[in-house]
């Protein structure tokens, strides 16, 4: 005798939100972005105001991300850099930075966060790409990507 399962109705909306055809969420808003000695800080608004929790450390090549360190990790992200390009650019000029890390060193502990910072080749423009995995929450069960272009 096989039991059945189903899924709840949270879920089922879940499920059928994958299979959505929406647009990509592009949104125009307003990043200060301000140095301060050594530190780089952000002050964005609306849903930019992710990068509030956003400092880069350019002494030790450091980034904090809201309270966790982030370490400069070169070979982890430039074999992804061209699946990260904005459409009809390349990347240049790359800085990327994942974490954070575990005791070790080598293994993320519960949050995960990579940010990359590029310099675009065709427009010369800041390109940020920040993915956030959070602890897994039904709800909510895809990681966050946020691409940013600063003029």
């Known amino acids: ?12 909306e879940v499920l059928l939100s994958i299979f959505d055809k929406k647009e990509t969420l592009v949104e125009k808003g307003t990043v200060v972005v301000s140095k301060d000695g050594n530190q780089i800080t952000f002050k964005g608004n609306g849903r930019l105001s992710i990068l509030d929790a956003l400092v880069i450390n350019t002494n030790d090549t450091t980034a904090i991300f809201k309270e966790s360190k982030l370490e400069f990790y070169h070979s982890e992200m430039l074999a992804h850099t061209k699946t990260l390009s904005p459409h009809g650019d390349t990347l240049q000029t790359i800085y990327p930075f994942t974490g954070p890390l575990g005791v070790t060193g080598l293994l993320p502990t519960g949050n995960k966060y990579t940010l990359l910072v590029a310099r675009l080749s065709n427009t010369e423009k800041t390109y940020l790409y920040l993915k956030t ?3 897994f929450d039904p709800e909510r069960p895809f990681d966050q990507f946020y691409s940013i272009i600063l003029e």
């Open 1 to 12: 005798m096989s039991k059945r399962f189903s899924l709840t109705k949270s879920e089922a």
């Open 133 to 135: 995995q959070e602890k």
